[in-house]
T-cell receptor, first 112, second 114 residues
Framework: SQTIHQWPATLVQPVGSPLSLECTVEGTSNPNLYWYRQAAGRGLQLLFYSVGIGQISSEVPQNLSASRPQDRQFILSSKKLLLSDSGFYLC???????????FGSGTRLTVV | AQSVTQPDIHITVSEGASLELRCNYSYGATPYLFWYVQSPGQGLQLLLKYFSGDTLVQGIKGFEAEFKRSQSSFNLRKPSVHWSDAAEYFCAVGDYNYGQNFVFGPGTRLSVLP
């Protein structure tokens, strides 16, 4: 069966520090992968999506970047965190021919 | 552009009472519609989805939703709410042929009184 792993679960980082959040999917190949951010009291905002290795599309300009070094690995990064980067980050995947997302358990990022 | 609205930011119901969460969408074609639930500090779990066919769809945890094309709505219902249903609920609309992403509503937070 397919599973999605996201870590860490929580992270507290100082302003200006780097960030790396990792997401991996098991049990499927060539998934579409997504990073969403959920700010406090707000809905989900799509940050990046990827349809294949090395293929990244950005939905909104921001301080973050994403990479897909392997088929089932999706990384969210920042060189220098801002206070406004705080939020709940969710990774999701969708298989070819599927119409719904499967979400990871999320990472709570607090920038201090 | 497609959009999803959930008019109720926060709803409080008593345990055992019925529940209806509203969702309205704007979409140029036949949409694929979803309801997700998010418990505090957790990821999102798919409750149910509608693609075509019977407009009343059954989901997990006793939830159901009805697609009404004339009203552009996809409301979520449950006949008797349990305390464990307290969570945030998101409606989403998508089209497999449209780009790669779905549009999520802003969410409705459900509180359940004992």
């Amino acid at each position: 069966s397919q599973t999605i792993h996201q870590w860490p679960a929580t992270l507290v980082q100082p302003v200006g520090s780097p960030l790396s959040l990792e997401c991996t999917v098991e049990g499927t190949s060539n998934p579409n992968l997504y990073w969403y951010r959920q700010a406090a009291g707000r809905g989900l905002q799509l940050l990046f999506y990827s349809v294949g290795i090395g293929q990244i599309s950005s939905e909104v300009p921001q301080n973050l970047s994403a990479s897909r070094p392997q088929d089932r690995q999706f990384i969210l990064s920042s060189k220098k965190l801002l206070l406004s980067d705080s939020g709940f980050y969710l990774c999701a995947w969708r298989g070819t021919g599927q119409y719904g997302y499967t979400f990871g358990s999320g990472t709570r990022l607090t920038v201090v | 552009a497609q959009s999803v609205t959930q008019p109720d930011i926060h709803i409080t119901v008593s345990e055992g009472a019925s529940l209806e969460l509203r969702c309205n969408y704007s979409y140029g074609a036949t949409p694929y519609l979803f309801w997700y639930v998010q418990s505090p500090g957790q990821g999102l779990q798919l409750l149910l989805k509608y693609f075509s066919g019977d407009t009343l769809v059954q989901g997990i945890k006793g939830f159901e939703a009805e697609f009404k094309r004339s009203q552009s709505s996809f409301n979520l219902r449950k006949p008797s709410v349990h305390w464990s249903d307290a969570a945030e609920y998101f409606c989403a609309v998508g089209d497999y042929n449209y780009g790669q992403n779905f549009v999520f509503g802003p969410g409705t937070r459900l509180s359940v009184l004992p």
